[in-house]
C-alpha cells in the first residue's frame, strides 16, 4: 500500500471512530418505576426475577430512542412506564427487536378527531393510531386510554398495546394483519384462513372477540393481540386454535406464564 493511500485509509478509520452514531447507555431503572410495574403490570409481576431485570433494561432503552411529547395534559412517569412497556410486551420473545419506523410520540389527554386530531369538539372518537405520510414515524396515544388498558385487569382491551401491533404489522412494508417479520412463512397460510373465518364469526354475532377486529385484518391482528395479552387464559379457552397461533407469532406463552406464577 502506497503512502497516500494509507493516508487515505488512516483518515477515514478516524473519520468512522469519530462519526459513527454511538448507541446510548439506558440508564437505571428509578426504584420508583420499579414500584410502578409492580403496581401496575401483570405481565411483568409474572416475570422471573433475573426477567424483570431485562424488562427494564428494555423499558429504559425504548425511552432512550423515542421521544414522548404531552400535548395540552402533563407526561407523567407513569405515563413513560405504560408506554414504554406496550411497546416491549408484543416484542418480549424478539430481544434484538428495534422500533426502526417509530421516533415520536404525541401524548393527548384523551379522545381526538380522526382528520384533524382536534381534542376539543365533535367526533372525538380516536383512542390512539399510528402516523402515515407527514406523520410517518409518530403515534397517537390517549392518555386516558393509556391508563385504563392497564388499570382494568378484566379487560380484553388495551389501546396501547393495539398501536404497537399496529406498527409491528406495517414492518413487513404493509399493514394487512399479517405480520411476516414474526411470523414463520409455514403458519402464515393458516394464520389467513383462521383470520378470514374468525372474522366471518365476529361479522355473524359468534364471538367474544371484539367487533372493531372485523373491520379489516390489520385491525383484527392488533384487536386479537390486545386480547392475547391482556386476558391469554380466555383466549387460550374460547378460541385455542387463534391463541396458539398467536403464541408462534409472538414466541410467547402468557397463559402458561400466568398457570406457572399462581402455583
Do not use: C
Not at 412517569?77 to 419506523?101: E, R, T, V
Not at 382536534?118 to 380516536?126: K, P
Not at 361479522?203 to 393481540?225: K, M
Amino acid at each position: 500500500m502506497t503512502g497516500w493511500m494509507l493516508l487515505v485509509v488512516s483518515i477515514a478509520l478516524v473519520a468512522i471512530l469519530i462519526f459513527w452514531p454511538k448507541q446510548k447507555k439506558s440508564k437505571p431503572m428509578p426504584v420508583s418505576w420499579q414500584q410502578l410495574l409492580l403496581q401496575h403490570l401483570h405481565f411483568y409481576r409474572h416475570l422471573s426475577e433475573a426477567e424483570q431485570k431485562l424488562f427494564e433494561k428494555r423499558v429504559m432503552d425504548f425511552l432512550q430512542y423515542v421521544q414522548i411529547h404531552p400535548v395540552k395534559t402533563t407526561l407523567t412517569d407513569l405515563d413513560k412506564i405504560l408506554i414504554a412497556s406496550s411497546a416491549i410486551i408484543p416484542i418480549w420473545g424478539f430481544p434484538n427487536w428495534h422500533y426502526y419506523n417509530l421516533k415520536h410520540i404525541l401524548l393527548y389527554p384523551n379522545a381526538f378527531e380522526e382528520k384533524t386530531f382536534q381534542i376539543e369538539g365533535m367526533n372525538r372518537d380516536v383512542l390512539g393510531m399510528v402516523g402515515t405520510g407527514t406523520l410517518n414515524q409518530m403515534m397517537i396515544l390517549s392518555q386516558k386510554a393509556l391508563r385504563e388498558g392497564f388499570m382494568n385487569e378484566h379487560s380484553k382491551s388495551n389501546t396501547a398495546i393495539h398501536e404497537f401491533v399496529h406498527l409491528l404489522d406495517k414492518a413487513d412494508g404493509a399493514t394487512d394483519g399479517i405480520p411476516e417479520n414474526l411470523l414463520e412463512k409455514p403458519y402464515i397460510l393458516p394464520w389467513v384462513q383462521l383470520m378470514h373465518q374468525t372474522i366471518q364469526e365476529m361479522q355473524a354475532g359468534q364471538s367474544d372477540i371484539n367487533i372493531y377486529g372485523a373491520t379489516n385484518p390489520a385491525e383484527f391482528l392488533a384487536v386479537v393481540s390486545e386480547y392475547f395479552f391482556s386476558q391469554p387464559h380466555l383466549l387460550q379457552q374460547h378460541h385455542p386454535q387463534l391463541y396458539a397461533l398467536l403464541e408462534k407469532t409472538f414466541r410467547q406463552y402468557p397463559a402458561q406464564l400466568l398457570q406457572t406464577s399462581d402455583q
